[in-house]
């Protein structure tokens, strides 16, 4: 056997554990600098978000040859009982000073207005204010929105000041995003913090597996500042923020794991480093197979359409895998140099009695097995119903005035200025044909319903043409991130792609709505069955069985539709949150099952051990007793860390955030605890098939006798 656990003792040795240890102060070292620079390597502007071949992604490419890119904020006046003379004289003299603005990218001498709601007695006024993107562009829309409100000054005297339109909505984004890393992080922290407090009941044992997850973190934040800055790797701010989430949830749920075999091999064993050996030796597969599950899962979504859905995929691979490494390497050791004290004040004596042969979990098991067929039976029914209230899943996306868990000033503007402009003002469509058929495809885009006929031109400080191109805008007369603007784009783009000799492509913000929504659709239908063959695939390895995988995927199937069914019910009747983005359903599988499946790991690879020795079913029971109370900490530890997206003024964080939390939780306390369980023990030793563990007799569950403790390992 000692053979056999070589690899686990060059981690935890009683010389090789200070080389391990060492070295990864010295990684650490090396890259906290670069993990500070993450940030200043992320690509927020709109290509990194859509479809690489969309319509509208191809449009903005082409629109660079035409002009800078450019965002237009939008400031409106307005004032209910009609403008004022003074109102006016304002109006004009902030145009003024707006049009001398040189710094943040805004480009003097090309503002546009003051544009009146009517020529005569006006109610409000609109100022197009166009700011100029480059490289940094997006570090600098906040500052350049600041500049602008600083000229314009705020609501006052009854006159209404905001600051709308593309620009306003994403400083107002910008500013939601900023310092998503230190507010997640200090979040993440904290729930860690306090699981495992009330876990380990000790206030020295947490602060191993937190320090060992955030090297992790800093190691996993500084590879990906390499690889973004260097092999064109695209990080934006979702896939940084769900990377603090995702490394320090996986890697706490690692420690649980280890730590929960760990305790077991200190109470058989004198040596500390004798029972490190074990534990990993008999843990770390599992552990290893559960991160090699959310590793392959996440580079799954390389697949994926939409560009910040592809991008995440290597990110959040690559933080898994690094807190797996710190998890088997880093962590061990660290417990290892710190000795039995570090449990303090429940510390594992060598030969303390097993607590799980007569713990609730071993109780719950033995009464699952008394009926277990009813069991199952009835708790799959609670999850379908459950699953019913996926009628109130609205996963048709998000629009600007419902992405904010608040107000911004952005979406009053916006509210604002539909009350007296057409709605799509300041967000036009953005069309480009050949030059010879500009006049044709001009003339198509006007006739179309839904579009303002007058508001078709050229946007100032624009080229005529650009390599036998011409660009142009038009006005939508509905909201811009509508349905019924995304109906405008598909009647525009049906009415100019029928102009032959054209080439003409519509672009613009709901083109890139209207695009993603398709992508994502596309992403939903093939990244989820994907993601449940490589689940498959691995659990078919891990256990060398097919019935039992088999069982385990309807498991997570069944629980993702009861997570998704309670989420829906509860964002309509309790939140009110008006919808859910479209990519919502597809990052909800993902995290549910990728991050789910350790549970199903942990639990059916000791239910395999054990069942080798004592029979399926005694298995099945004992394995319950042994990872239940691990299993059930590392679940609230996960469902907690989720839950901190909801600190996020976004809806769609906070929509991703409860619902894996809560999916999290059923997993946890419903479906491996119990679904599980009930089903092992209803289909015994035949769940192993077609491994011979299928032909044993699967053996009687027993109740202990007194006195009797487990002591086998």
């Known amino acids: 056997m000692s053979g056999s656990r070589g690899a686990a003792r060059l981690v935890c040795g009683r010389r090789s554990k200070w080389l391990v240890l060492g070295l990864w102060v010295v990684v650490l070292f090396a890259v906290a600098p670069f993990a500070q620079k993450l940030g200043d390597a992320q690509d927020n502007d709109a290509a990194s978000w859509l479809p690489g071949s969309a319509e509208s992604t191809q449009v903005l490419e082409i629109s660079e040859g035409f002009r800078p890119e450019q965002i237009p904020a939008v400031v409106v006046y307005a004032r209910g009982g009609g403008l004022t003379a003074a109102d006016r004289e304002r109006i004009a003299e902030d145009v003024a000073r707006l049009e001398r603005l040189g710094d943040h990218g805004i480009r003097g001498g090309e503002t546009l207005g003051p544009v009146f709601d009517r020529e005569t007695d006006p109610r409000a006024a609109q100022v197009l204010v166009p700011i100029t993107m480059d490289a940094r562009g997006w570090e600098r829309i906040g500052p350049a929105v600041d500049s602008i409100r600083g000229e314009v000054g705020e609501s006052g005297g ?39 407090l009330i876990t380990y009941r000790s206030p020295t044992l947490l602060l191993v ?114 807190a797996l490494l710190a998890m088997l390497t880093l962590f061990p050791a660290l417990l290892v140099v710190c000795g039995r004290w570090i449990f303090w004040p429940v510390v594992p004596h060598h030969g303390a009695p097993d607590p799980t042969e007569r713990g609730v979990w071993a109780r719950t098991g033995r009464g699952i097995a008394r009926r277990p067929r009813m069991v199952w039976g009835v708790t799959a029914a609670v999850l379908v119903v459950c699953s019913l209230g996926l009628v109130q899943l609205r996963a048709e996306g998000i629009d600007n005035a419902d992405a904010f868990t608040g107000k911004p000033d952005s979406i009053t503007g916006q509210e604002v200025s539909a009350r007296y402009f057409p709605a799509g003002s ?26 303002v006929p007058e508001s078709l031109g050229l946007p100032p400080g624009t080229k005529p043409s650009f390599e036998g191109k011409v660009l142009f805008e038009a006005t939508m007369t509905a909201p811009a991130d509508s349905e019924a603007a995304k109906q405008t784009v598909e009647r525009v783009r049906d009415a100019v792609h029928a102009v032959p000799g054209a080439d003409a492509r519509v672009g613009g913000g709901t083109a890139a709505l209207l695009d993603m929504d398709e992508a994502t659709t596309h992403d939903n239908m093939l990244i989820i069955p994907l993601v449940l063959v490589v689940v498959l695939l691995i659990l078919c390895v891990l256990l060398r069985a097919l019935i039992a995988p088999l069982l385990l995927i309807a498991t997570v199937i069944l629980s993702f539709a009861a997570a998704l069914g309670l989420s829906a019910l509860a964002f309509r009747h309790v939140f009110d949150y008006a919808g859910e983005s479209t990519d919502f359903p597809l990052f909800v599988f993902v995290f549910l099952v990728a991050l789910g499946i350790d549970y199903n790991i942990f639990l059916t690879t000791r239910i395999r051990e054990e069942a080798a020795h004592r029979g399926t079913r005694p298995g099945v029971v004992t394995g319950l007793a042994a990872t239940g109370a691990v299993i059930t900490s590392a679940g609230l530890v996960l469902a907690g860390t989720f839950a901190a997206l909801g600190t996020l003024p976004m809806v769609a964080f906070a929509e991703i955030g409860f619902a894996v939390a809560l999916g999290v939780l059923i997993d946890t306390f419903v479906v491996r605890s119990v679904l599980v369980t009930s089903l092992f023990l209803d289909v015994g030793p035949k769940v192993w098939w077609p491994h011979r563990l299928a032909r044993e007799d699967g053996g009687e569950v027993r109740e202990p006798e007194a006195g009797v403790s487990r002591s086998g390992g």
Do not use: K, W
Not at 175 to 192: K, M, N, Q, R, Y
Not at 255 to 269: K, M, Q, S
Not at 298 to 318: D, F, H, K, Q, Y
């Open 158 to 196: 009854g006159l209404a000041v905001h600051i709308t339109g593309p620009g306003g909505t994403s400083a107002d984004l910008s500013e939601a995003f900023a310092g998503i890393d230190s507010t997640l992080l200090l979040s993440a922290t904290a729930v860690v913090v306090v699981m495992l």
């Open 426 to 451: 300041g967000n036009p469509l953005v069309v480009v044909s050949d030059r010879e058929q500009a006049e044709a495809v001009g003339r198509a885009v006007a006739s179309t319903e839904g579009v």
């Open 209 to 322: 597996p937190l320090l060992a997850v955030i090297c992790a973190l800093f190691t996993a934040q500084a590879l990906i500042y390499f690889l973004a800055e260097y092999a064109g790797l695209t990080v934006n701010g979702q896939s940084a923020g769900i990377l603090t989430v995702l490394v320090f949830g996986a890697g706490t749920d690692y420690a649980l794991l280890l730590v929960a075999r760990y305790r077991e091999e200190l109470r058989r064993h004198e040596d500390r480093h004798e029972a490190m050996a074990l534990a990993l030796h008999r843990a770390g597969p599992a552990v290893l197979a559960s991160g090699a599950t959310v590793v392959l899962s996440m580079l799954v979504l390389l697949t994926a359409e939409m560009n910040s859905t592809r991008g995440l995929g290597p990110v959040a691979a690559i933080g898994v895998a690094v």
